[in-house]
């Protein structure tokens, strides 16, 4: 370093450094960074690599004009660039973390989102339905007058007429609270070939937002219908099981359902879908709902059978 350097090659020392410093990447784990973030904007790439290429042409041509006598002067500025260097280095690896944080906020909106409008859609069902039941005491009047009259013709026909036009569909969740009714009947209504059991025992009103019970049933339901959905595609018997209980201030689920193939990588369960991109977020979604109201989640799978219980402690 103290000596006048004589460089027949400095594209061979650039070289070496770019490997020097895909090698650290390789041994600290941060390579899977490249992978993931193909779509970053050349303007992050441009910043993230201008400052260690200019660097190390300022060191290159300090040492070629430097005085050997000025040990201090060369010592600082050695230093100087490689706290640049460092520091640029970690301007990379944040913005990374940033771009994904964003991401997943994005997906995560948008998801939310849908789940909303689908919220919606079912209370405008349900709507619909209590506009039924509300006139069916008139319905029940009339029906009557008929029969007293004797015009039974006329009371069959009016009697099929009120049938066509509710649906007699037996509804798998009757708890009062009309959030939890909504996802779960939708979600699991027109489910053929499988064995469903609905356990569900909670007040009509939580202390818990709509949102937060929308995002964690809608993401966990969709996961447990598409593994079943998978094994009635093999001809293989399926089955779903879903308890949600609240007690001492609780909120207990537990869903249980058939499976064919898990993604487990280092402890952690990621979407078997071929198309990867936007998937896989369900579980961190209700991670992340769980978290806030301070609960546990666990995940275990064992011969066939996939099972997801929460605890929310209510507020």
Same mark, same amino acid.
């Given at each position: 370093?103290?000596?006048?350097?004589?460089?027949?090659?400095?594209?061979?020392?650039?070289? /070496?450094?770019? @490997?020097?410093?895909? /090698?650290?990447?390789?041994?600290?784990?941060?390579?899977?960074?490249?992978?993931?973030?193909? =779509?970053?904007?050349?303007?992050?790439?441009?910043? $993230?690599?201008?400052?260690?290429?200019?660097?190390?042409? $300022?060191? %290159?041509?300090?040492?070629?004009?430097?005085?050997?006598?000025?040990?201090?002067?060369?010592?600082?500025? @050695?230093?100087?660039?490689?706290?640049?260097?460092?520091?640029?280095?970690?301007?990379?690896?944040?913005?990374?973390?940033?771009?994904?944080?964003?991401?997943?906020?994005?997906?995560?909106?948008?998801?939310?989102?849908?789940?909303?409008?689908?919220?919606?859609?079912?209370?405008?069902?349900?709507?619909?339905?209590?506009?039924?039941?509300?006139?069916?005491?008139?319905?029940?009047?009339?029906?009557?007058?008929?029969?007293?009259?004797? &015009?039974?013709?006329?009371?069959?026909?009016?009697?099929?007429?009120?049938?066509?036009?509710?649906?007699?569909?037996?509804?798998?969740?009757?708890?009062?609270?009309?959030? /939890? &009714?909504?996802?779960?009947?939708?979600?699991?209504?027109? @489910?053929?070939?499988?064995?469903?059991?609905? &356990?569900?025992?909670?007040?009509?009103?939580?202390?818990?937002? &709509?949102?937060? %019970?929308? @995002?964690?049933?809608?993401?966990?339901?969709? =996961?447990?219908?598409?593994?079943?959905?998978? $094994?009635?595609?093999?001809?293989?018997?399926?089955?779903?099981?879903?308890?949600?209980?609240?007690?001492?201030?609780?909120?207990?689920?537990?869903?249980?359902?058939?499976?064919?193939? /898990?993604?487990?990588?280092?402890? =952690?369960?990621?979407?078997?879908?071929?198309?990867?991109?936007?998937?896989?977020?369900?579980?961190?979604?209700?991670?992340?709902?769980?978290?806030?109201?301070?609960?546990?989640?666990?995940?275990?799978?064992?011969?066939?059978?996939?099972?997801?219980?929460? $605890?929310?402690?209510?507020?």
């Amino acid at each position: 370093m103290f000596k006048a350097q004589e460089l027949h090659s400095i594209y061979l020392i650039i070289c /070496v450094r770019a @490997v020097v410093y895909i /090698v650290s990447l390789i041994l600290s784990g941060k390579k899977n960074n490249l992978i993931k973030y193909k =779509n970053i904007s050349i303007g992050y790439w441009t910043g $993230v690599i201008s400052i260690p290429i200019a660097s190390l042409f $300022v060191i %290159i041509m300090f040492l070629n004009i430097a005085n050997v006598t000025e040990h201090k002067q060369i010592l600082f500025v @050695v230093s100087v660039l490689i706290m640049i260097n460092l520091v640029s280095f970690q301007l990379y690896n944040y913005t990374l973390t940033m771009l994904q944080e964003k991401n997943k906020k994005i997906i995560l909106q948008k998801q939310n989102s849908s789940y909303l409008q689908q919220l919606r859609i079912i209370q405008a069902d349900n709507a619909k339905m209590s506009l039924i039941r509300h006139d069916i005491k008139n319905h029940l009047f009339a029906l009557k007058s008929l029969y007293e009259k004797g &015009d039974i013709d006329s009371f069959k026909e009016y009697f099929n007429c009120i049938l066509s036009n509710i649906d007699m569909e037996e509804k798998l969740c009757n708890s009062g609270n009309i959030i /939890v &009714d909504s996802m779960i009947n939708y979600k699991l209504k027109g @489910v053929a070939n499988t064995d469903i059991s609905v &356990d569900v025992c909670i007040p009509e009103k939580l202390d818990i937002s &709509d949102m937060d %019970i929308t @995002v964690i049933l809608g993401n966990l339901l969709d =996961n447990a219908l598409r593994a079943i959905k998978e $094994v009635n595609e093999h001809g293989e018997e399926s089955m779903l099981h879903l308890n949600l209980n609240y007690t001492k201030g609780r909120l207990i689920l537990r869903i249980e359902n058939s499976y064919l193939n /898990v993604n487990l990588v280092q402890g =952690n369960f990621l979407t078997t879908k071929k198309d990867k991109k936007g998937h896989g977020l369900g579980l961190e979604s209700v991670k992340e709902v769980v978290s806030k109201y301070d609960g546990v989640l666990q995940i275990n799978c064992d011969k066939g059978v996939f099972i997801v219980e929460a $605890v929310l402690y209510c507020r």
